[in-house]
């Protein structure tokens, strides 16, 4: 095989993006490392962001009926999930697609290592996981989708004192979806979910329930989608230190903005992501706000 044939079984797409993003969560490590109390949410701390995004796609076969891929999906960029895939692709005749992937980065990261720690800053932790997902994309083309995931990570240093709170965990996920064409040129993606997390701590342990809309349109050379989602996460245990069963309500709003072939230039495109996440709780302590604001370039090949 020649090397130009090998070549053009690869494609891809790299996206460099710049922006804003500003939290008060007491759980994020990007700020609020001392605290006085726990009876109020955190200060907000705001953070200049410079990331690569992309993918990379290649082509196993002359069909292109099967694919390897790495990076994050546009679908999930769409509606705000920042998640760095290995995956495998196999395009069936009746229109069904199966996706399997690891997921290596999504679960790994820093925690605090006593997040209920006052008077003294607290310290920093790695917590690493790993997770898998299997897609059944457009099933039997109906535009009906299955999403099911396992995921499991382990806090490196847990320094809480309360075995309630402890937080190494396996996670369930499964959610279906629907697609709908409202004309030729947009519609809408309607989808459930049931997340299981059962933690080492039952105070950390928590069902959800989570329903989001996406709506798609596309005119010209601009592409948007606007999503929205609610989902309500119900905790087992009583938590120790606020002597309370905790339960939460979460809702995100999302854009996403794309201008195909911007300033004339072919296969660059101008992309811009907007979000705010707000998590509301019988907890002060655990309520907070997101928000995120990016611009950048996005080259296809």
């Known amino acids: 095989m020649s090397f130009a044939n090998e070549s053009?079984?690869?494609?891809?797409?790299?996206?460099?993006?710049?922006?804003?993003?500003s939290t008060n969560s007491n759980l994020s490590t990007d700020g609020n490392a001392r605290l006085n109390d726990l009876n109020s949410k955190g200060s907000h701390t705001d953070d200049f962001i410079a990331a690569p995004l992309g993918s990379l796609s290649y082509r196993l076969d002359d069909d292109n009926k099967q694919r390897v891929y790495l990076g994050t999906s546009r679908d999930d960029l769409a509606v705000g999930d920042l998640a760095f895939e290995i995956g495998y692709q196999?395009?069936?005749?009746?229109?069904?697609?199966?996706?399997?992937?690891?997921?290596?980065?999504?679960?790994?990261?820093e925690v605090w290592a006593n997040p209920y720690q006052t008077g003294s800053a607290r310290q920093k932790t790695d917590i690493e996981g790993h997770a898998f997902r299997m897609k059944l994309n457009n099933i039997n083309n109906?535009?009906?989708?299955?999403?099911?995931?396992?995921?499991?990570?382990?806090?490196?240093?847990?320094?809480?004192?309360?075995?309630?709170?402890?937080?190494?965990?396996?996670?369930y996920y499964i959610k279906g979806s629907y697609q709908s064409m409202l004309s030729e040129r947009s519609g809408l993606v309607s989808s459930v979910s049931y997340t299981h997390r059962d933690?080492?701590?039952?105070?950390?342990?928590?069902?959800?329930?989570?329903?989001?809309?996406?709506?798609?349109?596309?005119?010209?050379?601009?592409?948007?989608?606007?999503?929205?989602?609610?989902?309500?996460?119900?905790?087992?245990?009583?938590?120790?230190?606020?002597?309370?069963?905790?339960?939460?309500?979460?809702?995100?709003?999302?854009?996403?903005?794309?201008?195909?072939?911007?300033?004339?230039?072919?296969?660059?495109?101008?992309?811009?992501?907007?979000?705010?996440?707000?998590?509301?709780?019988?907890?002060?302590?655990?309520?907070?706000?997101?928000?995120?604001?990016?611009?950048?370039?996005?080259?296809?090949?």
């Open 8 to 21: 053009s079984r690869l494609s891809g797409e790299i996206i460099v993006t710049t922006g804003y993003m």
């Open 90 to 109: 196999y395009d069936f005749a009746n229109g069904t697609q199966l996706d399997v992937a690891y997921l290596p980065t999504v679960l790994s990261g």
């Open 142 to 171: 109906t535009g009906m989708s299955l999403d099911m995931a396992y995921a499991s990570a382990e806090v490196d240093n847990e320094q809480i004192a309360e075995r309630a709170l402890h937080r190494d965990h396996d996670t």
């Open 199 to 301: 933690a080492k701590g039952k105070a950390e342990t928590f069902d959800q329930y989570k329903t989001e809309v996406t709506y798609f349109t596309s005119v010209d050379a601009h592409k948007l989608a606007l999503t929205g989602g609610y989902a309500h996460r119900s905790y087992d245990g009583t938590n120790p230190i606020f002597n309370k069963d905790r339960s939460d309500n979460r809702y995100k709003l999302f854009l996403a903005y794309e201008y195909a072939d911007f300033a004339g230039w072919d296969n660059w495109s101008l992309v811009s992501l907007a979000g705010a996440n707000f998590n509301t709780s019988n907890i002060d302590f655990y309520e907070s706000e997101e928000y995120l604001m990016t611009v950048g370039l996005s080259y296809k090949f």
